[in-house]
């Protein structure tokens, strides 16, 4: 690519994790399913797609606000621990290609995981996955406020990096999260394996999965280049 490609220039990657590192979206979608079947609350017309991208304390709002008679539930806590249930029963598996595009980006440039899960889930994802020294950092939702769609958490990663948001590039595959990605300034590439493509505007590309991306697209034309004073610290 050229000097005219919207990755020109990037000096970092970071990745969302549920939906676009892992296929786990449809445990948020059973967790929440088993919240409501418990309170016989019945919802026919709920779209899951609404909650996937955001922190577990937003959902809990939006629950709320959607459904009164939880005013009182303590569903943070109950979404929380049945999604890690589930993850430990059987483990939500990385999207296509998605642990090699980790791994050749962190071979070039550190690489971030910006995510609205746990600090738990990331520690297994990372373990399981055996990229936890491919990994720069992570930023969980106990670690920023508020929940994407606010930038906050993108911003936040940036001034980790000590790098300006316009050299970072988001891979997301929520709106909710390409929404925060944008609105921090930053490059991004929807994933669309799980979701409904993006709004015009949110995404620099759409991609299905890592399998469509060029094999060499973390190494083409050095397009993104590795910073030369970031304060990022890679694990031991």
């Known amino acids: 690519m050229d000097a005219r ?29 088993e919240l409501l079947a418990q309170r016989n609350i019945e919802a026919p017309d709920l779209d899951f797609l609404h909650f996937h991208g955001i922190s577990w304390k937003r959902l809990d709002r939006l ?22 249930e589930l993850s430990a ?56 406020n508020p929940s994407k ?15 300006p948001p316009g050299q970072c590039l988001v891979f997301e595959d929520s709106h909710p999260g390409l929404t925060a990605a944008h609105q921090a ?5 929807a994933i669309t394996h799980s979701s409904l493509p993006p709004p015009p505007g949110l995404a620099d590309q759409i991609i299905e999965d890592y399998t469509t991306l060029p094999a060499d697209f973390f190494l083409r034309d050095n397009q993104l280049r590795p910073p030369s004073s970031a304060r990022y610290t890679k694990p031991d």
Do not use: H, N, W
């Open 5 to 33: 490609s919207p990755f020109a220039g990037i000096r970092a990657v970071i990745f969302d994790l549920d939906g676009t590192l892992i296929d786990s979206e449809r445990y948020t979608d059973q967790a929440i399913a």
């Open 63 to 84: 629950l709320k606000e959607r459904f009164p008679i939880l005013a009182d539930a303590d569903i943070l806590s109950f979404l929380e621990k049945r999604f890690y």
């Open 89 to 144: 029963q059987a483990p939500p598996p990385p999207l296509p290609g998605a642990r090699e595009a980790f791994l050749q980006a962190s071979a070039q440039l550190p690489v971030a995981i910006v995510t609205g899960s746990g600090a738990a889930d990331v520690e297994a994802f990372l373990d399981r996955t055996e990229l936890r020294k491919a990994c720069s950092f992570y930023l969980s939702y106990e670690m920023y």
């Open 149 to 163: 769609p606010d930038p906050t958490c993108y911003k936040m990663a940036a001034a980790r990096l000590d790098l």
């Open 185 to 189: 300034g930053m490059r991004t590439i």
